[in-house]
Structures are given as C-alpha cells and as structure tokens.
C-alpha cells in the first residue's frame, strides 16, 4: 500500500471515506496519493472526493466520473470602477434570466454556481460548472475504453495503460477540458456586460452589443479591458487527469495548482470563498501540485435539510430569508438545492490552512448574489 499524504485531519475523516482511500492506495499503479481537508465519501465511485495521486505508465479514467472538466473561476473588477451595490430586488430575476442564455446547457446541478462576491478592494464575478453533456459523453468513452482494455489485459480492470490511449483520445480529452474552461469564460465575462448594462460598472455602454448573450467569447484574453472596464480572470480544475511527459495526475475533487496562480476555493453560498495561491514550490509540488476544491461537506444534503427542519430555529430561519429572499420560490421557502449550500451544511473554513500549510491566503469574499444549480 502506498503511504497516503494527509493534507486534512485524517481523524475526522468519515469511515466509509476513510476504507474508499486505502482500497485506492493499494491499487497497482499509485505511485503518490494524497487527501485534502474536503474529502468525504463518493457513493458513485471507489475513490473518494478530496483527492488527488499520481501514475506512471497507468491511467485511471473513470476516477472524476461524469463531472469531467469541472473547475471554477473568477473575473475580478476593482471597486473604483464599480458604481453604485448590486440591488438585489431590482436585478436577481433579469440576472437570473439572463444567465440562463449565456450558454446552451446550463450551469448544471448541486455544487455549482455563478455568483457576484466582494472584498474591500474588488467585485468577483465566480462561476463553478465543468462540461456537462461533453464530460458525460467522454466519461462513457472512458468506460468502453477501459473494457476494451480489460479484454487485452485478460480480466476486468479500471485502469489502461498509457500505450493504449491514441493522441486522438488525448486530444478530445484535453479538448472536452478546453470546453468547460471557456462555458465559465462565457459566464463569468457576460455577467460583466450585464452589470456594465444595468449600470453597475463604469464603462462605454454604447460598445455593447444587444445580442452578447448570444455571442461567445471563448477567445478574450484572460486580462484586458472590456468596453472601457479593465478585468482580470482565472481559471482552475479539479476533476480531470492530466498527462504530463513523466507522469499521469488524477484529480477527484482537488484543485489544480501551479505557481504564482490564484485559484478559488469556494466555502459556502453564505460564506463566500476563499482565494489562495501556493506558498512556495517545494511545498505544491510535495502535495502533488493540488489543494481541497472547497470547505468540504459537514452534513450530506439529507442531513442539511433535516438540520434546518429540526435543529435551527425559527428565528435562524427567518433571517436567511430575509438576507437571501431574493431566493425564496413562491410559498416564501427555499427550494432544497439552496438550503443545502448554506454555510451550516460545510466544514469550519479554518482547517484549509491548518492542514494546507503549502497555500497562502489571498484574500477572502463576501457573498453578494448567487445563481444556482439551473438545467437548461
């Protein structure tokens, strides 16, 4: 069994979660493995979420399951240029309704968002989706890749070896990760333009386009200036593998680092999110160049909502909905998907540094409005 990394509390850790990690070091093939403050249990596959480890000549394909691609980033507008707070009961519903447009699938399911936060020097437009329908098609030509293997090799197996991926499967891999890069370009700068439109932003209005929510913006520099207001994006993943000269990295819910790069760690719709880079190199590279994708789940969605049912008060109740009521459906209640990402369903934010002495703290958000979970 290969020695496994804890970049987390490794008391805290769930059983289940716990038994899905050691079955996964004792794989053939695992060169390094390593566990973050967010890993819990995956019902759907053998390796927990929160991990990341490394392979020589072998890959594992089916570990990210059909989320392929999925990553977070954020556009960032300092404050002097902003003009005036986001008036939630003026613009949530047109904001709502424009996002739906800004792509053709959606931001898609549980965790994921688009949000406008806040520190006391800039606006974060963050946008957490991955590929959709793209990263579910690759996944089942993961799947059949892997059998096809199986029959060579002799006996079912969940690996292949490197030889047996063609640069064209290499290719549409990277490929399918370019897309879910630029669904959350495409977020995150059309946002911008809605807030540049409802005169949010300082800027030259008459250089908007009425039909951007229809273009695509996949080619725009990641740092510029658009229509009179100057920007800054970047973009993470963690959920991929990715195919280096000398190894193969694996990824299952764990952020992607590299130097000088900073990434988003959301905590919770209420919370905010933390952004942070590597402290040194030396110390990335021993966590195998990755960190936690997020505050980690205290409750399972189940548990949350019996939490706010029977363990809050009304009184806690009432103020959710009165700072997020802009949420609320047409009976005054939550939908469940938005109860399940309050900050009492995720970890204590502290351990992110605690256990991940390689990160280093750049700043942190404040929520200010929050788009979830929407299929299209």
Known sequence: MQSIGFYCDANSIEQNAMEQLQQYAQKPFVNDIRAFTDIHYCAEKALPVGVAFKTTDYCYPLITGKDIGCGVMYLKVNKAWWLKPFDKKAHFPALYLAHQKMTDDGLG??????????????????????????????????????????????????????????AGFRQYYNATLTFGYERRKNFCIKTLLFLQKANYVRCDKNAIDKDYLHFNFKELEEEGDLNGTPYKMEDSIHNHVRFAEQYIMHRKGSTELAKGKTVVIPLSMSRGSLLVQAGSVAAMEAALNSCAHGAGRRLSRFDAMKHWKTVLKEKQRREYKERFRELLNRSGQFPPGYIQEFDFAYKDATDIFNYQPHLKKVTQTTPVVTVKYTEI
């Open 109 to 166: 399911g549980g965790n994921h968002f688009l949000s406008i936060e806040e520190d006391n020097e800039a606006v974060y437009i963050i946008c957490h989706t991955g590929t959709r329908d793209r990263g579910i098609a690759l996944y089942q030509h993961c799947l059949q890749l892997t059998r096809e293997f199986s029959r060579e090799y002799g006996q079912d197996v969940d690996f292949v070896h490197k030889d047996f991926l063609s």
